[in-house]
């Protein structure tokens, strides 16, 4: 579960927005240079190997992460974490679930297969969502050299490695050093965020809800009679 949470963390969905048609034309040219930018198997060999890689060294670092900074993480009070023992989430999990690296490894195994199976099948809708992008942020011109650039030898190894350099261990080794530098700054980041929505209620709870409330709530979670 972890692994899938730090990989569900590192693929970020972008929120839709409504957008004018692009110029044909430009739309056209930026389509070719999509495709020479976003081969069929791209993902499948993003997917393959160095991301794996990368998965199993972040989770490796979060397993090893103490549990008294992992609370920390969560807001708890400074002055509480020094009462706290040195043990790690690895040393935690293997009490409670003796088989849970294991697990967690087929999990990601098994999720990391099937999530290369869906991104592989939506690689022609992201090249025509590329195309639109390039259409609307270069014109013809600019469309013109960059699709000449590509047909040259030197241009066509460019666009065909474009995807796979943020997969290569050079690019990875500081991802990699990203996750604790993260995980050091996150208690001053959670302070900033609770002095930030000091002024907001507190969240309820459901002693707090009316009969009304409640009611809707219930409504809301509780599957009614089938017809």
């Not at 791209?42 to 199993?56: K, T």
């Not at 066509?156 to 990699?176: G, I, K």
Request: aromatic share 4%; net charge positive.
């Amino acid at each position: 579960m972890l692994r899938t949470l730090v990989l569900t963390a590192l693929l970020l969905a972008a929120p839709a927005f409504a957008q004018a048609p692009a110029d044909p034309a430009r739309l056209a040219a930026a389509t070719r240079i999509a495709a020479k930018l976003l081969p069929d198997g791209s993902y499948r060999e993003m997917m393959r190997g160095s991301m794996d890689q990368i998965m199993n060294s972040i989770t490796d670092q979060m397993m090893s992460m103490p549990l008294k900074d992992l609370v920390g993480m969560a807001g708890v009070d400074q002055a509480k974490l020094p009462a706290m023992g040195p043990g790690t989430i690895r040393q935690l999990m293997a009490i409670l679930d003796p088989a849970f690296e294991q697990r967690n490894k087929i999990m990601s195994t098994v999720m990391m297969g099937e999530m290369t199976e869906i991104m592989t099948a939506m690689e022609p809708d992201m090249r025509a969502g590329m195309a639109e992008a390039y259409a609307r942020r270069f014109d013809a011109a600019q469309l013109g050299e960059i699709e000449r650039f590509f047909q040259g030898p030197t241009g066509a190894a460019f666009a065909a490695q474009s995807m796979q350099v943020y997969t290569d261990p050079a690019v990875m080794t500081r991802m990699q050093a990203m996750m604790p530098k993260l995980m050091q700054a996150m208690p001053t980041i959670m302070k900033k965020v609770a002095t930030a929505t000091a002024g907001l209620p507190a969240p309820r709870k459901p002693a707090d809800l009316s009969k009304a409330e409640k009611a809707k709530l219930e409504a809301l979670i509780v599957a009614g009679p089938t017809v």
